[in-house]
């Protein structure tokens, strides 16, 4: 493991307890509420999704502009950019499903745990049980496509 | 004065008003910027579900998030840690103010002192939403926060299309499920 900058973690830390401060304050962190935006009757999360992405939005522009590395790593300042593909949407529209069918996403669902709700260990639980069921699938198919060229 | 029209239309899209989630939101947003500015790490909420399995399991879909599975989980444990700051605070009404609307959903619990809160949303859609979730994140790149808010603040193409794609999909599981009378 190499060495971090000590205030590293810390950071971490401090950003994590800002996030979720954020997600109980916005009540994201409560299925129902979610589901009541998702069935129209309330459009307040739009604020919460976009309120986030702005903010957000203007670090990503500004940091790359006036400073060369991150000073806790040495990283460059990078958007978050990824490649897309078929996996985008069709993993987008299962999370979409899930998403309908619960109320709750990945970090909605840390913050309420520390609301109190302990019924959400279901959703968590479940959770850890979908992201394993695909990394074990996707495991075999990366070693199954390896295989032929590793016998070269 | 506001127009009357524009009032009523406000209060018929938003009955809980916006500052709870306006305030949120900016939260949010701060939390993913003070990670961003210090490391230039983008951060997202569902890699830790994987990042956390090579714990526990050698497939080498795990094994990828070795060397970021450590900062994943204080990153977990800080938003319950937040969660729980705002939960001791603002929810058992210790800080009050006009921007917080408490709302009517769930039920409240007394531990301590301090007000919790339950969901009434039934433990299998729960756990079987939950398994979507985490396949449907991770096969698509990430979730509301990883794609939603930083990928989006990246206007990034491929967030904005994820993040159109689950939402859409979203909506229309919700109102099946609500049309099929199922509730909470």
């Known amino acids: 493991m190499m060495d971090r900058h000590p205030l590293f973690m810390p950071l971490i830390l401090v950003g994590g307890v800002i996030f979720g401060f954020g997600l109980g304050f916005s009540q994201m962190a409560r299925p129902e509420v979610v589901l ?117 | 004065m506001p127009d009357p029209l524009v009032a009523q239309t ?39 579900l994987e990042s956390t399995l090579s714990y526990v399991s050698d497939q080498s879909r795990f094994q990828r998030y070795v060397s970021s599975r450590d900062w994943r989980l204080v990153f977990t444990f800080g938003i319950i840690l937040g969660a729980a700051l705002f939960a001791v605070t603002v929810q058992s009404g210790v800080v009050t103010t006009s921007l917080y609307q408490p709302g009517t959903t769930g039920r409240t619990y007394e531990l301590a002192g301090v007000t919790l809160w339950l969901t009434d949303v039934q433990p299998w859609r729960l756990f079987f939403g939950g398994i979507l979730v985490g396949i449907g994140t991770r096969i698509g790149k990430g979730c509301t926060s990883g794609h939603g808010v930083c990928g989006v603040g990246s206007a990034s193409k491929t967030s904005l299309v994820g993040v159109a794609t689950f939402l859409a999909v979203a909506v229309g599981t919700a109102q099946v499920v609500a049309a099929l009378g199922v509730t909470p």
């Open chain 2, 10 to 48: 406000a209060a018929e899209l938003f009955p809980n008003g916006v500052s709870r989630y306006a305030v949120g939101g900016l939260l949010v947003g701060l939390g993913a910027v003070v990670i961003y500015v210090g490391t230039g790490i983008a951060a997202g909420a569902s890699t830790f």
């Open chain 1, 36 to 152: 009541t935006f998702l069935t129209f009757e309330d459009f307040g999360l739009l604020f919460v999704m976009f309120g986030a992405a702005v903010v957000s939005g203007v670090a990503f522009a500004v940091m790359p502009r006036i400073r060369d590395a991150a000073p806790l790593t040495g990283d460059r300042y990078e958007r978050r950019l990824k490649p897309f593909d078929r996996n985008v949407l069709v993993g987008g529209a299962v999370f979409g499903v899930g998403w309908g069918l619960s109320g709750i996403c990945p970090g909605a669902a840390y913050a309420s745990l520390g609301v109190g709700n302990v019924t959400i260990l279901w959703a968590l639980g479940g959770m850890f049980v979908g992201a394993y069921l695909q990394g074990l699938w996707r495991s075999r198919t990366a070693a199954r496509s390896a295989a032929p060229s590793s016998a070269d």
